[in-house]
């Protein structure tokens, strides 16, 4: 029974290299070639048959998901930490989104469009939840609705926002975080000064 055990243990770890190895050759071949990565390429580069990447995650739109599904891919979400200050927690998902996007851009220039549902939603769910944590603390503008700020947050932590503002990275990952929260005041309640 323990011999069984430990070669399934064996086999889980070599399937979770092939996937990560898969997932690591669409990952690059995506960000260089865009829609012409085809599953045939990945397969070549990754050192697998088609028929082992169809097993792993059934098309090609399904292993376009996986790569989205990757932490900090299209759903960045910051390191956990304590329910605090809201605002607190909006820099910091601000300034995680920046330095993910920033690891790889071309990927996930190439990424947009696809994988929205599941990461989506989650993202949409936690921009919800952000947005009604700064109406409860009383941080919202008179007169910003929560849908707003959950449009906002969502807007602030999106791809296609930082990719404009990063220039090829003319701005660093800081500096793009630091103009994303400035426009983020826009929605909130300055500050009482101290």
């Given at each position: 029974?323990?011999?069984?055990?430990?070669?399934?243990?064996?086999?889980?770890?070599?399937?979770?290299?092939?996937?990560?190895?898969?997932?690591?050759?669409?990952?690059?071949?995506?960000?260089?070639?865009?829609?012409?990565?085809?599953?045939?390429?990945?397969?070549?580069?990754?050192?697998?048959?088609?028929?082992?990447?169809?097993?792993?995650?059934?098309?090609?739109?399904?292993?376009?998901?996986?790569?989205?599904?990757?932490?900090?891919?299209?759903?960045?979400?910051?390191?956990?930490?304590?329910?605090?200050?809201?605002?607190?927690?909006?820099?910091?998902?601000?300034?995680?989104?920046?330095?993910?996007?920033?690891?790889?851009?071309?990927?996930?220039?190439?990424?947009?469009?696809?994988g929205r549902h599941g990461p989506h939603d989650r993202q949409?769910?936690?921009d919800h939840a952000l947005a009604l944590r700064l109406a409860?603390?009383?941080?919202?503008?008179?007169?910003?609705?929560?849908?707003?700020?959950?449009?906002?947050?969502?807007?602030?932590?999106?791809?296609?926002?930082?990719?404009?503002?990063?220039?090829?990275?003319?701005?660093?990952?800081?500096?793009?975080?630091?103009?994303?929260?400035?426009?983020?005041?826009?929605?909130?309640?300055?500050?009482?000064q101290v």
């Amino acid at each position: 029974m323990t011999r069984r055990g430990y070669r399934l243990g064996r086999r889980q770890a070599e399937v979770d290299r092939t996937r990560s190895g898969i997932l690591a050759a669409a990952r690059d071949l995506v960000a260089k070639l865009g829609p012409a990565a085809s599953v045939g390429k990945v397969a070549e580069h990754a050192g697998v048959s088609r028929i082992t990447i169809y097993n792993q995650f059934g098309s090609k739109a399904r292993l376009l998901e996986a790569l989205t599904a990757e932490p900090g891919s299209v759903a960045p979400d910051p390191p956990p930490g304590e329910a605090g200050d809201p605002v607190d927690d909006l820099r910091r998902r601000v300034e995680h989104a920046c330095a993910v996007w920033a690891e790889n851009p071309d990927l996930y220039r190439q990424l947009a469009g696809h994988g929205r549902h599941g990461p989506h939603d989650r993202q949409a769910d936690a921009d919800h939840a952000l947005a009604l944590r700064l109406a409860a603390d009383d941080r919202l503008r008179p007169g910003c609705s929560i849908k707003e700020a959950e449009d906002v947050i969502g807007i602030l932590a999106s791809f296609s926002v930082f990719d404009r503002l990063h220039k090829g990275g003319r701005r660093s990952p800081a500096g793009v975080a630091e103009i994303l929260m400035r426009m983020a005041s826009g929605v909130m309640r300055p500050l009482p000064q101290v």
